[in-house]
């Protein structure tokens, strides 16, 4: 079974709000985390990534925080806007592996 | 520009008709993945290769085959594609282990 997932399906956010989205895995094991955003037709694409051996990296607009105690896993979006209207999916590896074990996703949709 | 590229963006067949699915890189990367991607799901990995060396999934129907004639293509062949088969169908590239992986637009598969 999966090994990641995401606490909730789908969240609907107003336009300039910060996004949180959140992510649960069960696997002590895993030492890299990718988030992945996916428009409808589209492929996932790669927002950020983090390694266990930090607890928070950030991007344009994206911070990720990772909380190896209770093997937690987050993606902050700072004023949302509506092209971050998308499935947004975290992704863990295992230690020497070469395979992404995938969450649920999150459906965000963002209020005008 | 694209660096993963998948043809053709759209792939009708018919019930039981063979199908297949093509990519390429551009990444001179090592490592390449098919998934499998059901509506509303998460991708579902098929198989890989590193290089030349094939890695199939445990619950990969032995319907689908794969093929990899050099680091730039892989193909995703469906022998006997059922109605169960019509998905989207993505194919990523890595560098490596603890690597983003870079995905195609995918293919969708429809089955008449």
């Known amino acids: 079974g999966e090994s990641v997932g995401l606490h909730l399906p789908t969240l609907s956010v107003q336009e300039g709000d910060n996004s949180i989205i959140n992510c649960a895995y069960s696997?002590?094991?895993?030492?890299?985390f990718i988030w992945y955003k996916q428009e409808s037709g589209k492929g996932p694409q790669f927002i950020i990534d983090?390694?266990?051996?930090?607890d928070k990296r950030q991007g344009q607009r994206v911070t990720v925080l990772l909380n190896k105690t209770v093997k937690h896993l987050s993606l902050q979006i700072a004023a949302t806007q509506p092209g971050d209207s998308a499935v947004y999916f975290c992704?863990?590896?295992?230690?020497?592996?070469?395979?992404?074990?995938f969450g649920a996703g999150t459906t965000v949709t963002v209020r005008a | 520009d694209a660096m993963v590229i998948q043809n053709p963006r759209y792939q009708v067949t018919q019930f039981g008709k063979p199908v297949t699915l093509s990519c390429s890189q551009t990444?001179?990367?090592?490592?390449m993945y098919w998934y499998q991607q059901k509506s509303s799901q998460a991708p579902k990995l098929l198989f890989h290769?590193?290089?030349?060396?094939?890695?199939n999934e445990a619950d990969t129907p032995d319907n689908f085959q794969s093929r990899r004639p050099n680091t730039s293509f892989c193909f995703l062949d469906i022998r006997s594609p059922g109605l169960g088969d019509a998905a989207m169908y993505l194919c990523?590239?890595?560098?490596?282990?603890?690597?983003?992986?870079?995905f195609g637009d995918g293919t969708r598969l429809s089955i008449l």
């Open positions: 990523a590239t890595t560098k490596g282990a603890r690597q983003p992986q870079h």
């Open positions: 696997n002590s094991a895993s030492d890299y």
């Open positions: 990444l001179n990367h090592n490592v």
């Open positions: 983090i390694r266990s051996n930090m």
């Open positions: 992704a863990e590896f295992l230690v020497g592996d070469y395979k992404l074990s």
């Open positions: 290769y590193y290089d030349k060396d094939f890695n």
